[in-house]
Structure formats: C-alpha cells, structure tokens
C-alpha cells in the first residue's frame, strides 16, 4: 500500500503485505527470528562469562587499579570513551531508521541511514584503536588489562563482524536479494546491531563507570 | 485485517511441499543437509573415538594392577587419563546422545521434515572431526596432563599441548551451542499440527531440556578454556595469582558449565529410557506431566549447583551452604523420574528386548550412582571423599552405568527405523550382561579403595598399598571386569556393522511403539512425511489406536515383533 | 491382575528386611572398611562425618534396596508370556497423585533432616570450636612435597625428610597455601582436605583425639609426581610436641651469620621476586597482604617506619630477615634455606626491594 497520510507502523505495513499470502514465509521468518534470538541469548552469556570474570578479579584485588612494577595503574579517561559511546548509540539509532525507511518502501532512505550507521560503526572502532594505544595497560601485565582488553577486544570484534554484515545487507538489499516483504537477513542484522549497543552499555559502566 | 500468526498450520498443501533430492555422493553422505545422515556421521564419529578413548582407559586400568605403576610413566598415565576424559566428555558422550540421537530421532518424532536450520546442523557435525584432530594432534606435543578438567596453574606447564587442548574444546562448544540453538528453534517452532506439549514424547521434551542447556552453559566453557588459551599464548593473567589472577576463578567458570554438561549427558538417555520402557512395557510412562515438568526443572537447576565441584578447592565458607542445598534439591526431580519409570513397570506386559535389558539395567546403576552423588552433595562427606576414587565411582556409575547405557538402549532401539533391519537380539543379550556385570565389577570397588584414601588421577599407589593391602587386588579385580565392558563395546560394534546385511528386515514397527516416527518406512524417505501428520492425542496409550491422521501408513498398534516372541516362551530373547 | 501383584508384598517385606540389616549394618557395624579409623575417630570432625555418611548410607541404601527390589520384582512378575493374546497391553495407568505425592514428599523430607544435619557439621569444620585458644600451624604446598611451619618456629618442616606433629587434644587451625601450583592437603583418618591454592589462604579446623601416626595425602592433581606427594601426621601428647617443637627451635636457632650484598642486581632481584615471592608478597602498600604484607614501600613508609623485626629497613636488616626467617603476631617468614636461596639470590633481592619507592 502507498505511503498513508497517517503514520502507520512498520510492522503493520509489512504484516499486511505477507502474512494472508504467504504463510510459509511469515513461518520461515518466525523460525529463524527464534534462532536468532536464542543466539543472542547465548552471545550474551559468553559476555557474561568474561563479566563475571572481570567483577571476581576485581572484587578480590587488594587494590583496584592494581599495582604493577610498584606503580599503580591509572584509571581510565571516562571522556573519551563517553563520546566514543556516543558515536555506537549513535549507530544504533540511524540503524533503527534505515530498517523503518526499508519498511516504508524508501530504499534511498534505507541507503543513507544504513551508509551512517557503518560510518558510525567504523567510527567506534577507530575511536577504540586510538583508546587502546593511550591506555597505559598491557594485556598480559594485569589482572586490569586482562580484563579491559578481553572484553572489549571481544565487543569491539563483534562490531567488527557487525559492520563487515551490514555492509554485505547493504549490497544484497541493493541487488533485489531483499523485497519489501521479505527481509529478514535486514532484521537480523538490525537486532544485532541494537545487541552490540546493549554489550557496550555494560562494558562502559563496568570499566568507565565504576 | 490482521493476518493469522505465523504457527498457522492450515494450508497443509504448502507443507507438504517436498524439495528434490540431493545429488550425488558428496551432497548426499558427506556434506549432508538432512538430519537423518549428519545423525549418521555424528553416529560413526563418536563411536570410532569411543573405541579410541576407551582404549586409553584400558591402559589406565592396566597400569594401575601394579601399585608401582605396571607399564607407563607417570607423564605418560596424566595424559592417558586427561585424553580418556577429554576425549569421552566432548567428542563421544556429547556428539553420541545429542548429535546423533537428537538429530535422528527428534524430527521425526515431532513431525518435521528436517530440524530448523539443516545447513547450521551440517556445520555442526563437520566442527566436531575437526575438534578431535586438534585434540589428538595435541598428543604430539605430549598432551594435556592435567585431567580433562585442566585446572590452571598445573594445566600451564602443559605447553603447546595444552593449548591445543584449549583449542579443541573451543572449537567443539561451538558445535554444541550451535545445536542446542537449532534444536530448540525446531521443537519450538516446527512440531506437526496439533502437537501440543504435552502430546510430546518425553524423548522430545527431554532433547529440548537438553538443547537449552547445551546453548546456554557451552558458552561459559568458551570463555574459560578460551581465557586459559589467551594465558597459555600470550600471557594474560586471567588465572596468574602472580600477577592478581585466580585459579579459583577458572574452577568457577569451567564448573559453571561442566555441571550443566553432566546433564547434558543424562537427560536424553532419560528420554531414552521414558520411550523404551513405555514401548516394552505396552503401557502408557507414568507421571508424564511429572518426567517432563523434572526435566525442566533439573535443567535449570543445573545453572546454579556447579560449586559442588569445588567444596574444598578455595571457595569462601559461606557459598559452600547454598550449593550444598540445592545441589540436594536437583536430587528431588531426578527421583521422581526413577519413581515414575519403576512405577511404569508396575502392571505392564514386558518384553525383554535388549533395549529394555539395558532400559532396566540403567535403573539399577543410574539409581545407585544418584545416591553416591547425594552423598557427595554434603559439604563435610565431600571434604572426604572429594578428589578420591569415590567420584570416579560415582561419575562411571551415573555416566556409563546411566548416559551410557542410555544410549546403548537407544541403539537397538532406534536402529530398525534407521537401517530397516533388526540388530541381532542374541549378541544384543550376551553384550548387556557383559556391559552391566563389567560395569559393576570395574567401579564398585572404588567407593572403598577411594573413602579409605585412593586418590584419583594416581600413575602409581605405594603409599595407599601399604596403608592398605587389598588395594591391589582390588585394583586389578576391576582391571579384569573391565575388559568384560570393553567386550561388549566390541560386539556392539560387530553387531551394528553384521545386522546391517544379515539382520531381520524390521518393517515399519516392529516395537508396535507409538510414536510418530513408527509411522514411516524403515529407513525413512529423504523427506520423512508424504504429508505432515495431524496429531490429536498424547502418544502413550498402548489400548488406544495411533493418535495420528494423515500418516504415511497404517500401523498395527501391537508389536509385529511380538508375535515372533510369542512363538518362544517368556524371557526369551531372539 | 490380583491387587498389586503376586508376591508384591512378600518382595516389599524381603526388601524391608533386606534394608533394615543395612541399617543396622551400618548404625552398630564396623565400617573400618571403607571409613578408615571410624571405630576410633582420630578426630572430633571425624566421628561426626563418619555419622552423616552412616545416616546417608542407611537411608541411600534402602533407596537402592527397594529400586533395584521392584525393577527386578516387577520384571519377572510382570514380563509378558507365551499364552496372551499378542496384541495384550499393559494396565493404562497415567499417574497416581496420593502415591506421587508421598514419593516426592518422604525424600523431600529425608534430604531437609540430612541437609540440617549437614550444616551442622559444616559449621564446625569451617569455623572451629574454640580454635582462638588453640593451635595455628601453617601448611605450604610444594611440587611435590608438604611444607610445615609452626608460631615461634623460624625454619620449616618438609613433608620429605620429617612427619609434621600436632598436640593431641588442642584445637588446631590449619592455615593452608601453595607456592606453585593447586595442591590439595588431606589426611583420610581425619577426613578433613582443603586446597592449597598459590595466592589463598584455606583454613581448617579440628581438635586431634587420638594419637597415632597418620598419612598426608595430596588430592588434587598436582603434576608428574603428584602420586608420590605425600607425607605423615604425627599427633602426641601435648608435653612430647612441645618437646619436639622446642628441639626444632634450638636447632633453628643455630643458623644465622652475615650476608654477602655485593653484586646484587635489581633486575635478577625482581625476576628472582616473581618466581619465589610473589606467591606471599605483593608489590604494593603494606596493607595489601596476600600471605605476608606488601613490600613496595618497605624502606620509606611513613605509617611502618621499622621492619617486623623492628630494625631500621637498611640493605643489611632486610638482608636478616632473608636470611634467618621471622616469626612473630604477623605470621612466619621462612628462612633462606627453607625458601630456596642460595648463591646471590639474597643480595639481588635486597637490591630489587630496595630500589622500590
């Protein structure tokens, strides 16, 4: 149906395009959208693992920062980390409006808000780079460090992964691999997007906040 | 006009839509997509490295009829024993009873046509040789040492071979997490119309509690061997007192997903033994509700009692108290199973096929390796017994003597409707009694030797042969039973490979069992349904016709193997 | 079908008997065979461990009595035979909630009474009776040897050359570490282990009642020679172990002598802290106490002007305690023999010590 003078949601729209026609693709899309929950769920866990690790480490350190050669570690900058959130949510934010323009039916929409979101994605990284060659913490030389550049090394491969799946959602939904009813590879990519926003929440309040 | 939700089911026309074959060797047994061959694989693999890891506890037991240690060093025992442990936990045990029987098995039992994600499966199974190579290429470099438990800071002098070692178990986690994520997604999503939970078989309930616990623990145990990796390669801290680490800390995150593994383990050959014993019994499981509804439960309980493994290994006093208590909580459920499947019996018109041998012969040992396991869930008993034999008794009494046996009752099960030919009933016979007398005579003695003060993990025992005199004949007493298992395991492998050219032609139900995959060809079609079923009663009422419409065939609800046994007189078998 | 069965309450009352001379079995017998010592307890903790295993034996057994009872009872009774029609069922019960109910409830009921019991013991194992006016001796793991220390007593004890002593009816505490890596502390005819875990310190609690010589045993795997690590237990009465002990003390006392501290570097120092300090000390304030207290401002701290010893924290004073050991309210600091130093080993780590600010 054409653009509607009033608002209509998104999921209203494509509801009614697919689900009278095409019940076995409403069900495919179901099924998959529970697998994909559930690997989110156990991502999710494997965070945890290292967050629990990273809490225990901490809560039976002596001393937190740690010392380490008779110095003790510098807190980290919450400023720079705080816009370099910025930037992520950011992210998450024009990845929400691409999916909602790509519901509409507004590819070129879909198009700039997707572009912003990787400029965005790639931009956290670079931010994430430039963090990581500041702090003054090694690896290996700290339970700190250990800890710091596990978790974050890991989120920031997951937004490694999420940028390189972004752009290929970018080109398969230019080449027509995507319809308007049929999109779900653009869902997925959506909600893992938002995942990898909700990881950082945590990360940055357990390492900047805290 | 809000359109129906997606489980509509009432266009069956396009369900039963049935995609063409696959061609060609490659596409049809290699890199399979259907679940019935990746069943197969998972089959074949954990079998070849059962007979691989059980061979390596045979040098255990061998070295240990000499106290002084009777053909190996002691570097050589650590990594025998670390590679039997390893090798059984994470490419048989796991592989067998959730890739091979799951994958089989559940599909068909609920309907499907395939589990949700087939080229997720696909990769799931080709994950596990590749783990097993890293494994066993790890014994290169002289292996791990340090138990399949690999507790840092010992693991660490490990090297090279403790990393791989880390390697193979992360990369075999990911198959399991990947499963369980694909069997849940199936059992949720895709059961056949009118299939509601509680019309499942128990089978399916229990690889659903199974699949949850698999796609939620398994991560946990990536983290752990993952953070011992990163401390083997590149020297980070996680687990380094020196440098603000904890080796408790390993045992936690390891622990917190090795307890949910145990289950793992057990839960499907409970689903094993509801069906068999249902099915041999021709009378309904009883407490349904209540076997499904513990599964449940014993899955989610198994999250939060892992530190039972470390009561005496650096846990603060105050957390003992909590794990102690619920630890004795997840006993309540598991009883109420055993309860249940004896009450089964109770009433019933049995037929001792070999899967009902070894169904009867679980609840015996599985049974007694419960209560050792309540002994051990009291902190002060534990104090005692922790690190001793008395737990490598009480682990093969519950893992053999329970998900073992659990299995091997699935085998003759099962293997009918894969093969379309009965497995030998003679050799099934004479390999259960070999297996349970076996089983017994090797892990009875241990509760003693272990309580009088065995420890385990020892290449040699001159102490506790002073202290103790019978220690070696005890020691070689279960070094004998347990060629008797070993035995078994070879005729079983006989038997799977002579039955499938000289076994009987099976038809498509010989047990006269009632669940949905006695209703297609022995073997099934590539595509399983002509049509999906329709199904419109709980699958166990053995006086009612099949609860089914619109099954690929007609079955006589009594087994027409059954009237081959009547012929001989009762007890008999084949 | 007759009632329950033909035969069921013959086979109930024949497990019944069965599982009543488990009981006794158990409650009056000796289970010297499979609990060491148990008709003698070595220690308080012992007799109430060997009591929680007799009531889990007593109630566990009767709990497999019965299951494997009825599963072979119902199998034989039960089995199906050569007259019946073939397509006969069994009866189609689905549940029986009055019996379901009792089957939950009775072991419901069963694992509170045991987990009261359980807690109990627990208390007393953790948390000692009395152990403030007791005994604290220390206990070090060591690939692949048990190390001993004692208050007042500067050198150690090694599991390899002599038996570690404990005064017969005293409350002892047990302090428990590692220097490498996890080892586990157990002495079967006590039942008492913990872990020795490099970077923790365990504790364990118990008031020897019986004298005796008695086995050390390590449980945890531990490395090559983790069969080989154990050691013995003497407890005697209490005039015999301070005889002992204040032998061990005049032959302590007969060490000592001045340090060489030339040459010393603080790069072989800190290297040298790493492997056989760092287990007890860290570098940093005083106050982050590991097993010993943090050494990085031992020569400038302004709220511990003096060493332990109540020295001035020159080269040569540090070098003292290296060298003899200390003991005192703080704890006990092993000498050079028992830790290992040798050589050069004391002047580069009274160069690396003192370089730190």
Request: with cysteine; proline share 6%; hydrophobic share 50%.
């Amino acid at each position: 149906m054409a653009a509607a003078a009033v608002h209509v949601s998104g999921h209203d729209v494509v509801a009614a395009r697919y689900s009278d026609v095409d019940p076995v693709y409403a069900e495919t899309r179901s099924i998959r959208l529970v697998g994909f929950m559930l690997f989110l769920i156990s991502d999710c866990i494997l965070f945890s693992a290292f967050i629990f690790a990273y809490i225990y480490l901490r809560s039976s350190a002596p001393i937190w920062p740690p010392i380490v050669d008779g110095h003790q570690l510098p807190w980290f900058d919450t400023s720079f980390a705080a816009m370099n959130s910025i930037v992520l949510f950011g992210s998450g934010v024009t990845m929400h409006f691409a999916l909602e323009n790509w519901k509409h039916l507004n590819k070129q929409k879909f198009n700039r808000w997707l572009i912003a979101t990787i400029v965005l994605g790639i931009g956290f990284l670079l931010g994430q780079a430039h963090e990581y060659s500041v702090v003054n913490i090694t690896w290996a030389g700290s339970t700190m460090g250990a800890s710091f550049f596990t978790l974050t090394g890991l989120h920031g491969f997951h937004v490694f992964i999420g940028v390189c799946y972004l752009t290929i959602l970018g080109i398969q939904a230019n080449r027509g691999v995507y319809t308007g009813s049929k999109y779900f590879g653009l869902i997925a990519g959506t909600l893992y997007w938002h995942f990898v926003d909700v990881i950082w929440v945590a990360l940055f309040f357990l390492f900047y906040l805290w | 006009m809000h359109a129906a939700t997606s489980t509509t089911h009432e266009v069956h026309d396009v369900h039963d839509h049935i995609h063409p074959p696959p061609e060609g060797f490659v596409r049809k047994y290699v890199f399979s997509l259907d679940h019935k061959v990746i069943g197969f694989q998972y089959f074949f693999t954990g079998l070849l490295i059962m007979l691989i890891a059980g061979s390596f506890a045979e040098l255990v037991r061998l070295q240990l009829t000499d106290p002084k240690g009777a053909i190996m060093s002691n570097t050589a025992y650590n990594e025998m024993f670390s590679m039997h442990g390893t090798a059984m936990v994470w490419l048989v045990l796991i592989p067998l009873v959730t890739g091979a029987l799951g994958n089989f098995v559940m599909p068909l039992q609920i309907g499907a046509r395939d589990v949700a994600f087939p080229w997720l499966n696909m990769v799931s199974f080709w994950i596990v040789p590749i783990a097993a190579i890293l494994l066993f290429s790890s014994m290169l470099w002289g292996g791990p040492h340090a138990g399949w438990t690999e507790y840092p800071p010992v693991s660490l002098l490990d090297g090279t071979a403790g990393a791989l070692w880390c390697a193979a178990i992360f990369t075999v986690g990911i198959s399991s997490t990947m499963t369980g994520l694909n069997f849940m997604t199936t059992i949720i999503m895709m059961r056949a119309p009118g299939m509601t939970w509680t019309r499942m078989p128990l089978f399916v309930w229990a690889t659903f509690a199974t699949a949850l616990m698999n796609m939620m623990a398994t991560v946990a145990l990536s983290a752990a061997v993952g953070a011992l990796f990163l401390q083997h390669v590149f020297h980070v801290p996680f687990f380094d007192p020196a440098r603000g680490g904890s080796p408790v800390l390993y045992e936690h995150m390891f622990w917190f997903y090795s307890h949910p593994a145990v289950y793992i383990f057990i839960i499907p050959a409970f689903g094993v033994i509801s069906e068999v014993i249902s099915t041999f019994a021709r009378k309904p499981i009883f407490g349904y509700k209540m076997i499904a509804f513990s599964s449940m439960a014993i899955a989610i309980l198994s999250f939060t009692v892992w530190a039972h493994h470390m009561f005496p290994s650096g846990l603060a006093p105050w957390l003992q108290l909590p794990f102690m208590i619920l630890t004795y909580a997840i006993g309540i459920p598991t009883g109420i199973k055993i309860f249940s499947w004896v009450a089964t019996l109770w009433g019933g018109r049995i037929y001792f096929s070999t899967a009902m041998l070894y169904a009867l012969g679980f609840l015996i040992t599985f049974t007694f390796g419960g209560i050792t396991g309540i002994f051990l869930a009291s902190v002060p008993v534990d104090l005692h017994a922790h690190g001793t034999t008395f737990i490598v008794a009480h682990f093969h009494y519950v893992v053999a003597g329970g998900s073992l046996m659990g299995f091997l009752a699935a085998i003759p099960y099962w293997y009918p409707k894969a093969t379309g030919r009965l497995m030998s009933e003679r050799l099934g016979h004479i390999g259960f009694w070999l297996f349970f007398i076996g089983l017994n005579g090797t892990f009875m003695p241990m509760h003693w030797l272990g309580l009088e003060g065995m420890p385990r993990r020892y290449a040699t025992y001159e102490y506790f042969a002073k202290a103790f005199p019978d220690a070696q004949f005890w020691n070689q007493f279960e070094t004998g039973f347990s060629f008797l298992m070993a035995a078994s395991i070879g005729l079983l492998v006989f038997n799977v490979v002579w039955s499938i050219k000289h076994g009987k032609v099976a038809g498509i139900n010989p047990w006269g069992a009632r669940t949905l995959e006695w209703t297609i060809d022995s073997p099934p079609p590539y595509y399983n349904f002509k049509k999906i079923p329709d199904v419109f009663d709980r699958p166990y009422d053995f006086d009612q016709p099949m609860p089914y419409r619109n099954t690929d065939n007609v079955v006589a609800p009594y087994p027409e193997y059954g009237a081959v046994v009547m012929a001989q007189p009762a007890g008999a078998g084949a | 079908m007759k009632g329950l069965g033909p035969g069921f309450w013959s086979v109930t009352l024949l497990l019944t008997v069965i599982s009543l001379v488990n009981a006794w079995y158990f409650l009056f017998g000796s289970i010297d065979w499979i609990m060491p010592g148990s008709t003698n307890p070595v220690a308080n903790v012992t007799y109430d461990i060997d009591g929680l295993f007799k009531f889990m034996a007593v109630f566990g057994g009767a709990i497999c009595i019965y299951v494997t009872g009825y599963v072979i009872y119902f199998a034989i009774a039960f089995r199906a035979r050569a007259g019946e029609p073939a397509d006969a069922v069994g009866a189609a019960i689905h549940d029986a909630p009055t019996l379901e109910f009792w089957w939950t409830a009775l072991p419901t009921l069963l694992l509170i009474v045991l987990t009261g019991l359980s807690i109990v013991v627990w208390y007393k194992i953790q948390f000692g009776v009395g152990s403030a006016t007791g005994l604290t001796t220390e206990v070090i793991g060591h690939q692949f040897y048990f190390e001993f220390r004692y208050p007042g007593l500067k050198t150690s004890i090694f599991s390899k050359t002599e038996p570690m002593h404990l005064p017969l009816g005293v409350p002892v505490r047990v302090l428990i570490t590692s220097s490498d890596v996890i080892h586990q502390f157990w002495v079967p005819e006590i039942r008492l282990k913990q872990a020795a875990v490099p970077g923790l310190v365990q504790n364990l609690n118990f008031t020897p009642l019986r004298s005796g010589t008695f086995d050390i045993v390590c449980s945890e795997f531990c490395g090559i020679d983790h069969s080989k690590m154990q050691g013995k237990l003497i407890i005697e009465p209490v005039a015999a172990f301070n005889k002992w002990l204040d032998g061990e003390k005049q032959a302590a006392a007969a060490g000592g002598g001045t340090v060489d501290l030339s040459g010393g570097t603080a790069a072989a120092g800190k290297a040298l802290f790493a492997q056989k300090c760092a287990a007890c000390h860290q570098i940093a304030p005083f106050d982050q106490k590991l097993v010993g207290p943090g050494l990085l401002h031992i020569t400038d701290d302004p709220a511990h002007p003096t060493l332990v010893t109540g020295q001035t924290p020159t080269a040569a004073h540090i070098a003292a305690i290296l060298q003899n050991g200390f003991s005192g309210p703080i704890g006990t600091m092993p000498n050079a023999q028992a830790n290992g130093l040798a050589g050069k080993d004391i002047a580069n780590l009274v160069a690396y010590l003192t370089s730190l600010k």
